[in-house]
């Protein structure tokens, strides 16, 4: 980690520890794929929870946690979501969630904590019993006061990974060439998050 806060603008995450839950209801998890090679197929998770422990005076300490309910997965196709949750794939009976856990945090140098700040996470995400380190590139979008009063905070992340480091490695070959599902799989996310305590009195719609 290398970076220092300068002095707090208007706007700007201030120097105490905030602790904050996703708002599931203005939060997306999106994954996508490459399908016959050419094409892209994109999905969601519906269901998860997580926090972020922010720290405004050094966010280096800053972490996330986050754990999703891998069978609620939603592709718009049933079918093909029913083969994702197969043995095919996450094999959700046996693997029924997801889990990334920061590890560091990293900031340009001199940078200070206010909207439009990019930054790295790195961590630990386990898909189908399997954990390997991943690196999102984040922006930090700002805070602000919600609709009934409560206090709102966002980022966006994303990151791509090959489905194969976590032995999702099941395909078919193309007679055309090439294979139907391809490897590098695309994960974004946009998170609005409330404090951990008191989150009922939040933003809202």
């Keep these: ?3 220092t ?4 603008a208007a706007g700007e ?3 105490e520890v905030t602790g904050l839950t996703f708002d599931p ?3 997306l998890i999106e994954f996508s794929a490459k399908h016959m090679m050419f094409t892209t197929v994109k999905g969601q998770f519906g269901s998860f929870t997580g926090e972020v422990v922010l720290d405004g005076q050094h966010p280096e300490r800053s972490r996330v946690e986050v754990e999703i309910d891998a069978a ?3 592709t718009r196709t049933p079918m093909r979501d029913d083969h994702l949750r197969s043995a095919d794939f996450l094999h959700v009976e046996e693997h029924p969630t997801i889990t990334f856990r920061s590890t560091r945090v990293e900031l340009p140098p001199g940078a200070a904590v206010e909207p439009g700040l990019s930054f790295k996470v790195a961590g630990d ?3 189908r019993g399997v954990t390997r380190e991943v690196v999102l590139d984040a922006t930090w979008a700002g805070e602000g006061v919600g609709p009934r009063g409560g206090k709102v905070s966002a980022f966006s992340a994303s990151t791509r990974i090959n489905r194969k480091d976590w032995g999702l490695t099941w395909n078919v070959a193309l007679e055309t060439g090439g294979v139907l599902v391809g490897d590098e799989i695309r994960i974004e996310i946009e998170a609005e998050l409330t404090p951990r305590v008191g ?3 939040g933003a809202g719609s």
């Design 5 to 8: 806060l300068t002095a707090p």
């Design 72 to 74: 609620s997965l939603d």
């Design 13 to 15: 995450v201030t120097g």
């Design 199 to 201: 989150a009922s009195d």
């Design 1 to 3: 980690m290398s970076g």
């Design 25 to 27: 209801a203005h939060t």
């Design 125 to 127: 995400l386990t898909i």
